[in-house]
């Protein structure tokens, strides 16, 4: 009897051994890893800068419903509401934010000369001239919507400033990356500097653009915009998703657009804007044009990429 329960014990410390020792591989199984080929393509300047061009030369007029998020300041909190936009290359831009059941939230429009950022809730204009787009809101003011320049918006989404090889006041180089191009676009001043004019991002699998800068004349970073989504309208592309982020005023935009329509005719009415009687008009190229580095701007460079 004893003879049995010691075997049964040697079984059993030895059955334990194994699971422990080696058991785990009674269980184990193999994971085969799949391998994600990418292809990357290869293109110079030249072809880089006739694909961006040849794919914004199809685009003359753009109307589109989508939603509109407005962040000023607070890391990851956007305004958000409904959105129409109306564009007419090359100057003319209208972009409506409203709520459901509510009045409409603000009204921004814009041609070659002026630009209009009207908000009915304070039955207050503010406008501008295109042409001064260096024009920074007061030293220490909160940003808001009314620091939002319209036709700032248009030369985010379109790359209206085209460049072809050959320029004389102007010069374009590549820089390569495994992934990306980067295609730098500088000019050339009256000090023999060369400053930068924008910088546009090209990954290269499918040789879309993904990410464009747009510098100042102060050679200041005033627009960083990231593309995303990029989906066929019409025989051109145009990307559904745009974060736009201004970090002089500290502020990002962020665009999620819904149905787009290509070169429909717009009534030119549309791109002007005249106040009634009862509504303040501020102009606001008389502001304080320093540099007006606020408390908002240092959480813009916290902001992340959400949709």
């Not at 041609?111 to 042409?131: C, E, F, H, M, R």
């Not at 009687?277 to 408390?295: A, G, K, S």
């Amino acid at each position: 009897m004893k003879s049995n329960i010691s075997t049964k014990l040697v079984i059993f410390f030895a059955l334990i051994g194994i699971f422990l020792y080696g058991g785990c591989s009674i269980f184990r199984y193999e994971i085969k890893r799949r391998e994600v080929k990418v292809s990357y393509k290869e293109a110079s300047l030249d072809q880089l800068l006739e694909l961006i061009n040849r794919n914004q030369e199809l685009i003359h007029s753009l109307t589109a419903s989508l939603q509109v998020g407005l962040n000023f300041g607070v890391p990851g909190k956007y305004d958000s509401c409904n959105g129409q936009l109306l564009i007419e290359r090359p100057h003319k831009i209208r972009l409506t934010g409203y709520r459901s059941l509510m009045p409409t939230f603000f009204l921004m429009v814009a041609d070659a000369d002026n630009y209009w950022v009207y908000i009915p809730s304070k039955k207050k204009v503010y406008q501008g001239l295109t042409a001064k787009s260096n024009t920074l809101p007061y030293k220490g003011e909160e940003v808001s919507i009314k620091d939002i320049k319209p036709h700032e918006i248009l030369a985010a989404l379109m790359l209206d400033d085209k460049f072809t090889p050959g320029q004389s006041e102007r010069k374009a180089y590549l820089d390569i990356l495994p992934n990306m191009y980067i295609i730098n676009i500088v000019e050339k001043k009256g000090d023999d500097l060369l400053y930068p004019v924008r910088r546009i991002w090209v990954e290269r699998e499918k040789l879309t653009v993904v990410r464009h800068e747009l510098f100042d004349s102060q050679r200041r970073l005033r627009s960083e915009v990231y593309f995303s989504n990029h989906r066929p309208a019409g025989e051109a592309t145009f990307p559904r998703l745009v974060l736009i982020k201004r970090p002089w005023e500290g502020m990002s935009i962020r665009l999620v657009f819904n149905k787009i329509k290509l070169n429909q005719p717009l009534n030119p009415e549309a791109f002007s804007f005249q106040p009634s009687e009862d509504v303040e008009v501020i102009d606001v190229d008389t502001h304080n044009q320093e540099f007006p580095l606020r408390n908002s701007t240092q959480n813009y460079w916290n902001e992340q990429w959400q949709t």
